[in-house]
């Protein structure tokens, strides 16, 4: 799929960058666009979906300590605290704020690598 030369995503990709890193959840998924009813055009990136927590490939575990957020958890785990959003995802949690909630709470550490695939990808 081509990426449209829109408005509202030059700004997001420079040069023709990708309009997302290679560690972002986002790398990879398809940008798409809708005309609106005035007759424009929005961009907006395809849905992430998410496999269950069976399909990761663990590494390890991470304990939470008092005071931790998801972000200080995977810069304990990965030394990127960017890579929060694949605890969220090893643990099947939609709110990442619930994997820091108890103190003592060993959270899955997923092996990085592909783990979504956009609409209709088998």
Same mark, same amino acid.
């Given at each position: 799929?081509?990426? *449209? ?9 420079? +040069? +023709? ?10 790398? +990879?998924? *398809? ?5 609106? *009813?005035? +007759?424009?055009?929005? %961009? ?14 663990? %590494? ?13 958890? %995977? ?20 709110? *990442? ?26």
């Amino acid at each position: 799929m081509s990426v *449209p030369e829109l408005p509202s995503l030059t700004g997001l990709m420079p +040069g +023709g960058e990708p309009a997302f890193g290679q560690t972002s959840r986002y790398s +990879g998924l *398809p940008i798409a666009s809708v005309t609106l *009813p005035d +007759g424009s055009d929005a %961009a907006y990136v395809t849905r992430r979906l998410i496999p269950p927590p069976t399909a990761f490939s663990i %590494a390890g575990t991470a304990q939470v300590e008092v005071g931790d957020r998801p972000d200080l958890v %995977a810069a304990r785990a990965y030394g990127r605290p960017e890579f929060d959003w694949r605890l969220a995802d090893a643990a099947g949690a939609s709110d *990442p704020e619930t994997l820091t909630a108890a103190p003592g709470t060993r959270l899955a550490v997923p092996l990085p690598g592909p783990t979504h695939q956009a609409d209709g990808d088998a």
